[in-house]
């Protein structure tokens, strides 16, 4: 019996987060929510100005759309370390990048697709044209993979640890401030007439990088965490 | 005959080392001290710009640098102990960490006090004001990191991960910060740029710079010793220890 | 050597001599926690071996 190939593992993997992540599906439903209240609450803690909410609409979405995905992180592993499949996962000739790369592109699917479907909606609250929405769900389209990814790596460090979601946005939240800077500047851009060019430039390299090399530091982290 | 270095690699070995220098490392950071004040305090001029508020410098600069320059060697130390699996040297970036946690917050605090009657304001969101704070997160969350784990291995391999991944991130993030704010540059705030750089300043600030490094050396030494004992309990060498 | 005029720091007196003591406060209670520890290490050692 042959080795599957590490395109078959992949896919396989992914389908199994999913089926899982469906049977469970008030898990990414929570996320879902947490985003759009989070949003909702600013317009009244901060007054229902128009003018006001519509400058800070980009960075609001942002960080919304920041903490709900930070708050998925803590699932990512949690549930394969608690049963045991994690540590078989580490010892399939499969390289772990892959595993890692794996789980983290099944919850981007989960959680934070719905998020960025869900997002002109949320947009619209703040009375943004089509284009600058367009805009915003481009940012977030490139920024919340290296949201995931970077966090990969602090729920890996993390795993098992009492002090948990608090530990885990704390590692996690300064190495999320490149992205967040470019991905809302983008948005922003577009509303001061300003060129979002450079900014989605900047976050696609970010994102590039991401991908290259967060999921080697997290096949690291996850291999500390698991001896 | 030539010195085997890697004799001292094993912390029970370098114990005596370290602790026999310590005090050295003390005074003559104290000496420097009194020296770099004198210097900085008496001799050296009033700046034509900024008065006598530019003194605030002379402890600001040197704070931020050893903030800067500990979390590198931070890294570096903690990377070494991963890759050697060297106990010595992780346990030489935990006792890095909290003393360059108190410089970083020293230079933000300080950094206020001069930006008061210079800018006009405590606090501006600037290139580098930003970055600095946020690499006191990144000690922050290396401390607090290291604390949340019991086990000593796998509390030094993750914290190297962190470290070595916060390492490569800073260059990222202070681009980052630094677009972020030549873009939002709203308000032209006039930033007064550091006095020419007179003689006596020059001397003070090196002179500072240079106390603040030797009692880094001094009190991450002494850090190192404590984290020996706590973590080499049960080896034989501890009897001799004790009768120094 | 006019003090008044060196302790006033011409007006900017409290950020001066503020940064100086905050400094003095940070480095001296580090050096006391630090040097706290490894007493009380040191005692445990001896108390354990004894």
């Known amino acids: 019996m042959s080795t599957p190939s590490q395109f078959a593992m992949f896919r396989w993997l992914v389908r199994r987060d999913l089926t899982l992540a469906w049977r469970r599906r008030a898990d990414a439903l929570s996320t879902l929510f947490f985003f759009v209240i989070v949003v909702s609450l600013f317009p009244l803690s901060i007054g229902p100005d128009t003018q006001l909410l519509r400058s800070i609409a980009s960075g609001l979405v942002w960080v919304a759309a920041l903490l709900a995905s930070m708050l998925s992180l803590g699932r990512l592993f949690a549930g394969d370390y608690v049963d045991g499949t994690l540590e078989q996962m580490l010892m399939t000739p499969q390289p772990l990048y892959l595993i890692v790369l794996g789980k983290a592109f099944a919850q981007w699917l989960v959680s934070e697709v719905p998020l960025i479907l869900i997002t002109p909606l949320v947009g619209m609250q703040f009375g943004w044209t089509r284009s600058a929405l367009l805009l915003l769900v481009v940012s977030l389209v490139l920024g919340i993979p290296v949201f995931s990814l970077i966090g990969s790596i602090g729920a890996a460090l993390t795993l098992g640890l009492r002090g948990g979601g608090i530990l885990l946005s704390l590692l996690v939240l300064p190495l999320y401030i490149p992205a967040l800077i470019f991905g809302a500047g983008a948005a922003e851009a577009s509303l001061a007439s300003g060129s979002p060019e450079a900014n989605l430039y900047l976050l696609g390299a970010v994102l590039v990088l991401t991908v290259v090399f967060a999921p080697w530091a997290t096949s690291a982290a996850l291999r500390i965490s698991l001896e | 005959m030539s010195l085997n270095w890697y004799r001292y690699a094993s912390p029970g070995k370098f114990y005596p080392v370290a602790s026999k220098m310590i005090p050295w490392f003390a005074t003559a950071a104290a000496i420097l001290f009194i020296i770099g004040l004198y210097v900085g305090l008496f001799l050296a001029p009033r700046d034509f710009q900024q008065g006598e508020a530019y003194r605030v410098l002379f402890i600001h600069v040197p704070a931020a640098w050893m903030g800067m320059l500990l979390y590198i060697l931070m890294a570096i130390y903690a990377g070494i102990g991963w890759a050697f699996n060297a106990r010595l040297s992780s346990m030489m970036a935990s006792s890095l960490s909290i003393t360059g946690a108190m410089f970083t917050f020293l230079s933000l605090a300080t950094g206020s006090m001069w930006g008061k009657p210079t800018w006009g304001t405590w606090w501006v969101w600037d290139a580098r004001t930003t970055s600095t704070l946020i690499l006191l997160f990144l000690y922050i969350g290396f401390v607090s990191l290291q604390s949340a784990i019991d086990d000593p291995r796998r509390a030094d391999r993750a914290g190297a991960v962190l470290a070595l991944v916060g390492v490569i991130n800073v260059p990222i993030i202070y681009f980052s910060v630094q677009w972020w704010n030549t873009l939002h540059q709203g308000a032209t705030i006039r930033i007064v740029d550091k006095p020419t750089i007179a003689a006596p300043m020059l001397a003070a600030m090196l002179i500072m710079l240079a106390a603040c490094w030797l009692y880094s050396i001094a009190v991450v030494l002494t850090r190192l010793c404590c984290a020996i004992i706590e973590r080499e309990r049960g080896v034989g060498w501890r009897e001799e220890a004790l009768t120094r | ?50």
């Not at chain 3, 060196?6 to 050096?31: I, K, P, Q, R, T």
């Open chain 3, 1 to 50: 050597m006019n003090w008044s005029k060196f302790f006033s720091m011409d007006g900017y007196g409290f950020y001066v001599w503020g940064s100086y003591v905050l400094a003095l406060v940070a480095m001296c209670g580090e050096v006391l926690q630090v040097v706290r520890r490894k007493k009380t290490l040191k005692r445990q050692l001896q108390n354990f071996s004894k």
